[in-house]
């Protein structure tokens, strides 16, 4: 029996110990017997003395077993496990803002919560994941305290955990697509129209079918030439503001950066040979656009069918 325990604790450090390596962060010297923040301590968990500078960590705790449906958690769209009563489960996750998501399906209907929470580097986040009815689940986050109280009788996750954050990669540009601005929005207006929407709606499930490859979201507004310098710069911004709370609004939690550009880079030659007004407006359509670039930490995404069209 003290040959099988030590096996697992070794496999337990050595998986752990290869995460880290793989985040760029030194090996961590490991605890005897250390337990998450040091509040579940009926449960025997390998884990580092201390989080690096350059990572922080989530610990999810389910303590209600009345709803035996079992809840998918996801940190910034990605998978990370799913999470039976009485049990915790925990993730690494780069600092900063954390989109988390709650999923569960009852037949075919999908009931789900989110909640946005900040993770500083070295340090540990608890949510309690709770049960709000019965096929809904909720999200709160909890204290140190509070989960002394809530830890009794816990036992750590099985579930493979799946969301292994890259910390400090610099993101590149792995999809650009560039999207009408006339067939977005009215024209000089910022109100997307019917078919704009339609078309954003098709790249929200473009892009979530993606997965984990996207890291962030960058969307540039650009206008033609015509009109006044400040103006085109607020126009191209509020656009591109307005496309972004559109994909936040409907599912997409991907980190997004919105720039206005104006009409400093146009793709025409100006038009400038074009003296009928309606023809101008014609002519310059290109150059009023919504560039939106895809980032992530690889340069090419196969087979996942992305269309500007």
């Known amino acids: 029996m003290k040959i099988h325990y030590y096996l697992k604790r070794a496999i ?17 010297e490991f605890a005897r017997v250390k337990t998450t923040g040091g509040y579940l301590s009926e449960t025997k968990v390998a884990l580092p003395e201390r989080l690096s500078e350059e990572i922080g960590r989530i610990v999810f705790i389910r303590k209600e077993a009345s709803n035996q449906h079992i809840p998918t958690i996801f940190i910034n769209e990605r998978v990370m496990g799913s999470l039976p009563p009485e049990r915790y489960t925990e993730s690494l996750v780069c600092p900063g803002e954390q989109a988390i998501r709650i999923d569960t399906r009852t ?7 989110e909640q946005q929470i900040s993770v500083a580097a070295g340090s540990t986040q608890y949510l309690q994941v709770y049960e709000s009815n019965d096929t809904d689940f909720g999200i709160r986050e909890i204290s140190e305290e509070q989960v002394k109280d809530l830890s ?31 067939a977005l929005f009215k024209f000089d207006s910022t109100q997307m129209i019917p078919a704009g929407q339609a078309r954003v709606d098709k790249l929200i499930r473009d892009i979530q079918s993606m997965g984990a490859q996207v890291e962030q979201i960058r969307i540039i507004g650009h206008t033609d030439r015509l009109g006044a310098v400040a103006y085109n710069d607020r126009l ?28 400093r880079e146009p793709v025409t030659n100006g038009c400038k040979n074009q003296t009928n007004a309606r023809k101008l407006i014609q002519c310059l359509q290109p150059d009023r656009r919504v560039s939106i670039d895809l ?13 500007s069209k």
């Open 152 to 182: 009794k009788g816990l036992s750590q996750s099985h579930v493979i955990n799946r969301h292994q954050p890259i910390c400090n990669a610099p993101l590149k540009v792995i999809k650009n697509i560039n999207l009408a601005a006339d």
């Open 236 to 263: 191209s911004q509020e656009r591109a503001k307005t496309v972004a709370l559109y994909m936040k609004q409907h599912g997409l939690n991907i980190p997004t950066v919105t720039e206005g550009r104006g009409s």
């Open 107 to 113: 037949g075919t209907n999908l009931h789900g919560a």
């Open 12 to 28: 337990q450090s050595s998986i752990l110990a290869t995460s880290l390596l793989l985040l760029g962060c030194s090996t961590p």
């Open 295 to 307: 980032m992530g930490t690889v340069e090419q995404i196969e087979n996942k069918g992305i269309s």
